[in-house]
């Protein structure tokens, strides 16, 4: 792997709280919210399934992506 450019330590640290922040627990808090408000939407009517499928897949691939990344690069060499 490259290494890192010289000065570029603020700016990992950086995008490393960043990463904490979205993937911690305020974001895992926020997207049971989505899928509750979604889900009940869509028992009442409100919402098509199709929307339903879309926020609930979104939440799969927002967690996930470390596993599905570390399953392209193992298959890829």
């Not at 939407?41 to 990344?69: D, E, K, Q, Y």
Request: charged share 5%.
């Amino acid at each position: 792997m490259a290494q890192d450019p010289a000065g570029s330590q603020p700016i990992n640290n950086a995008f490393s709280w960043m990463q904490g922040v979205l993937l911690g627990q305020i974001a895992t808090t926020a997207a049971v919210m989505a899928v509750a408000a979604v889900g009940f939407m869509m028992l009442t009517g409100r919402v098509n399934w199709r929307f339903g499928a879309t926020v609930i897949i979104g939440v799969f691939i927002i967690f996930g992506a470390a596993s599905i990344v570390g399953g392209i690069q193992s298959a890829a060499g």
